[in-house]
């Protein structure tokens, strides 16, 4: 089984500021597959970046992916105030065939 | 547009069976690359999928709970259906369908993400 782990748990951050999250994986996830998702409270999970770093339509370019093999990195280059929310980490393909890391929540300091 | 909604019940026994829709418009779940999912998420918990049915009708389930779920879709109402059975409340939370879009390209299937997600069924097994 496939498990993501992710850190930190809570970042407490400032908007303008710099935001990087990690996604680390106990086994290698293929870059085709690794994706990042924002949920604010009470909505649905939202479709950020899909294959390790390509922004999906309508994700700001502020967001970026990068990372390879068992670690991944979302950046948020200057936090806006909607940016504030949980981010997941997400992979295809393994077993099970997907899995959700246990998200880091973006705080405003 | 595409859209997603969940339908089932808010309330259910313990040991009873859940039954969750899943419809859908916008895209159809026969082109090449599409399926759906279900995901829960239990109350301030992380994101847990369940279930997927592809275009061409191959399933594929969560191995933990393989043996409670079944997933159908009736291509004629653009529905997918989740079934669960022996709930319990360790099962309640809310349960979400998404479609996801990949394609093969040369040897390789592309993921392209869940990139229409539903808004999400709320149950509770008491």
């Known amino acids: 089984e496939i498990v993501l782990t992710q850190s930190p748990g809570t970042l407490s951050l400032s908007p303008g500021e710099r935001a990087t999250l990690s996604c680390r994986a106990s086994?290698?996830?293929?870059?085709?597959?690794l994706a990042w998702y924002q949920q604010k409270p009470g909505q649905a999970p939202r479709l950020l970046i899909y294959?390790?770093?390509t922004r999906a339509t309508g994700t700001p370019d502020r967001f970026s992916g990068s990372g390879s093999g068992t670690d991944f990195t979302l950046t948020i280059s200057r936090l806006e105030p909607e940016d504030f929310a949980v981010y997941y980490c997400?992979?295809?393909?393994?077993?099970?065939?997907?899995?959700f890391g246990p998200g880091t929540k973006v705080d405003i300091k | 547009q595409i859209t997603l909604k969940e339908s089932g019940p808010t309330l259910v026994k313990p040991t009873q069976t859940l039954t969750l829709t899943c419809s859908f418009s916008?895209?159809?779940?026969?082109?090449?690359?599409?399926?759906v999912s279900w995901i829960r998420q239990s109350p301030g918990k992380a994101l847990e999928w369940l279930a997927l049915i592809y275009w061409d009708a191959d399933k594929r389930y969560s191995p933990s709970l393989k043996s409670r779920l079944t997933i159908t879709r009736d291509t004629s109402k653009n529905q997918v259906v989740l079934t669960m059975v022996n709930m319990d409340p360790e099962d309640t939370g809310t349960y979400f369908c998404a479609r996801s879009r990949g394609a093969s390209v040369g040897l390789y299937f592309h993921f392209y993400g869940m990139d229409v997600w539903g808004q999400g069924t709320t149950v509770t097994v008491s």
């Open positions: 086994q290698s996830v293929s870059s085709m597959y």
């Open positions: 294959g390790t770093s």
């Open positions: 916008g895209f159809s779940l026969t082109t090449n690359g599409v399926a």
């Open positions: 997400q992979q295809y393909g393994g077993s099970p065939l997907f899995t």
